[in-house]
DNA sequence: AGCTTTTCGTAATGTACGATACAGGAAGAA
DNA sequence: TTCTTCCTGTATCGTACATTACGAAAAGCT
C-alpha cells in the first residue's frame, strides 16, 4: 500500500526547474523548453512520442532534456507533472505562479491542523462542485425556476430537508407558487394532489436515499413532472427518471457526509435566478420588505 | 503534421459523461466514477494500475468502466480528459497569451465565468471562517456540546433556522436533551420555561440581525445560561452578552448573503463533537440505526 | 584542412502497461 | 436447494512505450 509519495519539503515546479536549467541546454532542448512551456503542463502528459512530434525532434531528445532538468525518468517528470496540476486545480490563487517562474511558495498542507484541513476539504468540494457542473445544465434549470407560470415544488430527505427549506425560503421571496413538501411520509399523498403534470419537482437526495422520497419523486416523474436532482457523487436511483442532475461532492474527513457543497449549489441557483429575474425579481422583493415592515414582523 | 483531432462538434465532458452512464454501473464501476469524480479528473491521468489501486479495485474493472462510459481504449479517455483539462485551465488565461513577456503581475479571476466566481468566493468565505477561528473558542463550544449533563437548545433567525435545524439533527444523534427553538416567536416564552440556567444556548443570528431572536438570546443570558452565537463578521448585538462568538464570512457576489460558511462551521462543530465523544457517541448512533430499521421506518 | 567534441537522430532492446480470456463466486430466480 | 446470470479478480498476452546504444553529422578548435 503506497503511501502518497512526499516529495520532500516544498520542491520547486517544474517549471521553474527548467528555467533554472535553461542556460545550459543544446538547441533542441531550448526548443523542447518552449514547446513545454508554451503548453505548459499539457504536453508534458503525453507520450515521448507525441512529445517529441511536437517539438519536431526525436524520443531521445525528450529524455534528454528530461533527464537534464533533474528528473530520474520520464515517469517522475508526469508524476511531477500531475501534483502540480492538481494543487493548482485546488487552490486557484496559485493559480499560474509556476510558469511566471514566481518565487511564491505554493500552500503546504502537512503543516496545518485538522480544522484547517476540514475548512480545506470543504472549500475543495465546492470548487469541484462548480467545476464539473455543466453549464448548459445550470442554465436549463435556471430557466425551470425562473418559469413562474408553472408551480415549483421542492422535496427533501431527512437532512436534506433543510437545505431543501432553504431553497423554499428564497425562492419564496423571488417568484411565486413554490411549495416545499414537508411534515411525515404519510401526508405526502395529500400533497401530491396538489402537482400537475407540468410542474418542476426539486428533489435533494443524498446517501442513505430514503426510499420514501425516491418513491415520491418516481411517482411524479411517471406523472410528467419535469424533475430536477440535486444529489451526491454517488447518485441516488432517481438520477434514471431526472431531467436535470446537479451532483456535487459531499466527503470530507468526518463521520458525517458534508452538506455544504449542497448549500453552495443551492445558493448559485438562487443567485442565478435573480440574475435572470433581474429588476422584476428586484421589484418583488421590494414590495415583500414593505408587507414586512407594515406588518410589524420580525 | 498531424492535426489535432477534432473530436465533432462539443463532445460533452468526461464528467457529463460518467453521470450519464451511472445508473447501468455494477457496485465496482459506481465506486471508480466515485473516485475519478471525487479527484477529478487528476486520477485518470496516471496509469491503469495506479487508478485501479486508488479505486481498491482491478485494473481490468478500470478498463471496464472505461468502455461502459463511451471509450475506445484508456488512451482515448485520457486524450479527452487531457483536452478538457487544457481548456479549463487556458480558459482563464485567454488574455494572458504571452505568458513569459507579459508583464502582468499577477493573474486575476475576470476570464472566469460568474458561476466559477461564486464558487471562488464561497470557498474563500470558508477557508478565511477557518483562519480566523480560534481554536481555544472552538474547542470551548465543543466542550459544551459534548456536556451531556446539561440541556442544549439552538435557535436561529428567518434563514438560519435551517442551519440551526442541521445543527440540532445531527447532535440530536450524538447526546441527549438537545432542543430546537421553533415554530412561530409567540410560542417561544412557552419553550423558555424548559431553559434551566446551566443550560447552554447556540443561536445564529446574521445580518437582519431580528429582534426577536436578540430579545430571546438576551433574556436567555439574563437568566444565566451559557451563550453560544454563530453570526457574520458584522456581529450582531447579542455578541454583548455571548460567552462565545463564532463569526463567518457571508458575502458573496450576489443579491443575497450566505449561508455557506455557516453551514461549514456548524459542520466542523459536529465533526469535532464525534471526535470528542469518540467511541461513545459511536455506540450512540450505532444504537440509533437499530431502532430506526426496527421501526421500518424510512 | 584534420582532429576532437558535442549534438542529435536511427535503430535495437527490454519492460511496463493496456488489453483479454477465463474462472471463481456472489446474487438472484425458479 | 439448484440453476442461471451477472460481477469481478487472476493470469496471460501482445504491444506500445520509455530507455539505451551507437553512429552520423555538425560545430568547435588548432
Redesign the interface.
Known amino acids: 500500500m ?1 503511501l502518497p509519495q512526499d516529495d520532500g519539503p516544498m520542491r520547486p515546479t517544474v517549471a521553474k526547474m527548467v528555467h533554472q536549467t535553461l542556460d545550459e541546454m543544446t538547441p533542441t532542448e531550448r526548443r523542447i523548453a518552449h514547446i513545454l ?1 508554451a ?2 503542463p ?1 504536453v508534458g ?2 507520450t515521448v512520442a507525441a512529445f517529441a ?1 511536437r517539438a519536431r525532434t526525436s524520443g531521445p531528445s525528450i529524455l534528454r532534456f528530461i533527464t537534464k532538468v533533474g528528473f530520474k525518468s520520464y515517469a517522475a517528470f508526469q508524476r511531477a507533472l ?1 501534483e502540480e ?2 494543487e493548482r ?1 485546488e487552490s ?1 490563487l496559485a ?2 505562479d509556476g ?2 517562474a514566481s518565487d511564491t511558495p505554493l500552500p503546504d498542507d502537512s503543516g496545518r ?1 485538522t ?2 484541513r ?3 476539504a ?3 468540494n ?10 448548459d445544465e ?1 442554465e436549463a434549470v435556471i430557466a425551470l425556476l425562473t418559469d413562474s407560470k408553472h408551480a415549483l415544488h421542492i422535496l427533501g430527505g ?2 436534506s430537508r ?2 431543501a ?2 431553497l423554499h ?2 425562492l419564496r421571496e423571488l417568484r411565486p407558487i413554490v411549495h416545499l413538501i414537508d411534515g411525515p ?1 404519510s401526508t405526502w399523498p395529500d400533497q401530491r394532489l396538489d402537482v400537475s403534470k407540468h410542474d418542476t419537482l426539486i428533489v435533494y437526495d443524498f446517501r442513505r436515499y ?3 422520497v425516491i418513491r415520491f419523486a418516481e411517482q411524479m416523474a411517471r406523472q410528467g413532472v419535469t424533475l430536477v436532482l440535486i444529489t451526491d ?3 441516488s ?1 432517481i ?2 427518471h431526472a431531467h436535470h ?1 446537479l ?1 456535487v ?1 459531499v ?6 457526509d ?3 457543497a449542497g ?2 449549489m443551492t ?2 441557483l ?3 435566478v ?2 435572470r429575474l433581474g429588476s422584476r425579481g ?1 421589484r418583488r ?1 421590494e414590495r415583500l420588505e414593505k408587507l414586512r415592515t407594515a406588518s410589524g414582523e ?1
Not at 466527503?251 to 458525517?256: D, I, L, N, Q, R
Request: proline share 6%.
Open positions: 503506497p512551456l503548453s505548459y499539457m502528459l503525453e512530434e500531475r496540476l492538481k486545480l486557484p493559480r499560474y510558469v511566471m491542523d480544522l484547517a476540514f475548512g480545506d470543504l472549500a475543495a465546492i470548487r469541484r462542485a462548480f467545476d464539473t457542473l455543466s453549464r445550470y431527512r437532512f433543510t437545505t427549506s432553504y425560503m428564497y411520509t430514503q426510499p420514501d457523487i454517488w447518485n436511483q438520477t434514471a442532475v451532483s461532492p466527503e470530507v474527513p468526518s463521520a458525517f458534508s452538506g455544504v448549500l453552495a445558493e448559485a438562487v443567485a442565478g435573480v440574475d428586484k422583493i420580525e
